[in-house]
Structures are given as C-alpha cells and as structure tokens.
C-alpha cells in the first residue's frame, strides 16, 4: 500500500504570500493531522481532521487553515506569509480500529519544505 | 505548558551495544507514548507505541514506560550504524489527538 502523499516536495516562496500545501492519507485512514517542524525541533501540531471535521488545533496564528476533502485528502493553507514560517510541513495520517476504537498511532509523509524569502 | 523532555545529545555508542534513550513528559493524563525515527533530511518514521506501564519488545527495539514517574524510554539493542538518527519521543496530549513532540535525541553508532 502507498504511505502518505504529500505535494509538493519543496517550495519556496516571498514574504507576504500565500501558500497551499496538500497530503493525501494512506488508503482506509480517515484521519489527518499537520505538523510544522522547523530545523532542531520536534514537530509542532498545526491541525488535526477526522471525516473532514476539524478535532483539534494547536497555537498557531490564524494564517493557517486547513481542510479536509470528502476523499479524506487535505490541505493546509498559510496566508501572509513571514520568514519564520520556513519549516518542514509534515501531514501524519491514522485510523480507527474496527468498533470505533481509536489507533492513535500517526504515521507521517515525507513533508513539504517550506523555504520563505 | 506541557513538556516533553529530551537529551538533544549526541549519544555515542560503539557498534553492538546497547543504546538508551530517555524522554520524561510533564502531563499526568497523558495515555498514550510513542518513538519516531528521523534520518536527517528525512520525516519522522513511527518505531514504537506503547501505551500500558512496562516493557513492550519489537525486534531489537525495546520501549519501557513508567507513569507514575512519568518516564519513557527506547533501548536499542546491537546498535548499527544504520541506527544513526534523531530519536523523537511523543505524547498523545489527553483525550485529543494532537502528538507533543520532544526535542529528539542524536544517536550516533560508530563502527
């Protein structure tokens, strides 16, 4: 099976503009959580999507948003964008178990790296 | 603020040993622990959870977890240069499901 999907690979950008990153999760995951992860530092969690319902969002400026499609895919959007936003963006996908229990268990795509001028 | 604390190393050991890697978290609801690999350039790759207090075994990876001194660890056994990576702990934050990630730790194994 693939793992997780995510486009593009690098870009790179000016300050001030905006920028759409996507993922699409490994097939049969529901689930899809974003994390910035800049150099020396362990992940941050921007945002987490079950059946397209936002479930949870970390301490991030509301220049970010995201969205996730009927398809279970997602994008994540960062608007006016500043120097610092320069990171690694990583999509992690995970499922539920058969009965509703939750696997929390997250497994992570190879990320976009964000480079801001 | 909740922590997850990790050695940022780098940890050194000979190819063959033992490496132990230590991560302690500050949130006493916190249920479920996890270890990620991350070669560098490279996204975190999901080695080990455990979520019940003891030692949970997989291959040569052994991960131990004691709750009630908020403690996690990952031992790795006959450690290859293949090995050589950041070793981030994370913690399922209470009932969300967002992961708090500590800083990562460097392991290098030396031939």
């Known amino acids: 099976d693939a793992g997780v999907t995510q486009s593009p690979t690098h870009l790179i950008k000016t300050r001030g503009q905006h920028v759409t990153l996507r993922c699409s999760p490994i097939?049969?995951?529901?689930?899809v959580s974003w994390y910035q992860q800049v150099l020396g530092q362990g992940p941050q969690f921007i945002f987490q999507?079950?059946?397209?319902?936002?479930?949870g969002r970390g301490n991030f400026p509301d220049r970010f948003s995201a969205r996730q499609f009927p398809n279970y895919s997602s994008e994540l959007n960062v608007n006016a964008l500043l120097l610092g936003d320069s990171a690694l963006y990583l999509c992690?996908?995970?499922?539920?178990?058969?009965?509703?229990?939750?696997?929390?268990?997250?497994?992570f795509g190879p990320g976009t790296r964000l480079t801001v001028t | 603020q909740k922590e997850v604390e990790q050695n940022s190393g780098p940890l050194s050991v000979p190819e063959g040993a033992i490496a132990s890697l230590n991560c302690t978290y500050s949130?006493?609801?916190?249920?479920?622990f996890f270890w990620y690999r991350q070669y560098s350039g490279k996204s975190p790759e999901l080695i080990m959870s455990?979520?019940?207090?003891g030692d949970k075994e997989d291959g040569r990876f052994t991960a131990q977890l004691n709750k009630a001194s908020q403690y996690v660890s990952l031992l790795i056994r006959d450690s290859q240069p293949s090995d050589s990576a950041t070793y981030l702990c994370?913690?399922?934050?209470?009932?969300?499901?967002?992961?708090?990630f500590g800083k990562g730790t460097s392991l290098l194994v030396t031939p």
């Open positions: 992690a996908s995970s499922f539920r178990l058969a009965g509703g229990i939750s696997s929390y268990e997250q497994y």
């Open positions: 097939s049969g995951h529901k689930s």
């Open positions: 999507y079950y059946e397209k319902e936002e479930r």
């Open positions: 949130d006493r609801v916190s249920q479920s």
């Open positions: 455990i979520y019940s207090n």
């Open positions: 994370a913690v399922r934050e209470g009932s969300g499901y967002a992961l708090n």
